[in-house]
């Protein structure tokens, strides 16, 4: 724990204090922010100074920790740390941290969509040849979204990621994805997605967002809903705040 705790210090402190912060930003944002669905990653981004504290809790007592930050309202940043078996009993084993970037390229405030590079070496589970299971880092993707103002919370998703660049094998190592958002109303946010389309994992997940307070979000991942030997539930609590 005392490393987990270290990391979020010292990702925090890369952070300048004079980034342009806006204390509502949160509730009057004009652009979206959540810069993922379930497993797969959208065009978006978090705002400008603004940061986030992810922690998922999955099978055989596992702690999936991430923090991330948001700069210029088009680049963004992250770390993550990871342990199996840390809740109940086994040995616990405490995976490399790792690190991921996204760079949105466009913006639907002047182009037809969002558009977005990035790479990805985040992941949970046990870490075995170079991949992490059963939650696979994405490696790098390129990722469209588009929002449908006239419908109102409704945005879709698609994109591809490649997982492995050595000793490349497609039916692993290419992927796809897309998938949808939607609120019924701002507290309430469910994301449905189709991931590793071209391999021979594919996986359709859902969860469900609830905004607790204004900072705090707690939610339920449904993975691998499509493979009842897999299908599994990670509890989500996350925790957004501005510099």
Known sequence: MKKILFLILLTLSFASKTWA???????TASMPSNYEMVQAPTAYVLLNGSYDLVT???????????????????????????GTNLIGSGTIQIQTPKLAF????????????????????RGYGTFVNNRFEPGTQKGFYTVISREYPELGYLQTHVGVNLVEFDNFDASQDLGGFLGTSFAIAKPLVFNLEADKIFSTQWAFNAN??????????????FVDINTPSLFSRIIRIQYTGFF
């Open 102 to 121: 996204k760079l949105k390229i466009l913006d639907q405030s002047t182009n037809p969509f969002a558009w977005a590079l990035g790479w990805d070496d």
């Open 56 to 82: 998922q809790v999955y099978n055989n007592g596992g702690l999936f920790l991430r923090g991330n930050v948001g700069f210029k309202n088009f680049f963004m940043f992250g770390f993550s740390a990871n």
């Open 208 to 221: 469900v967002l609830f905004n607790v307070d204004n900072p705090l979000r707690v939610g339920l991942d």
């Open 21 to 27: 912060t806006d204390k509502a930003a949160d509730e």
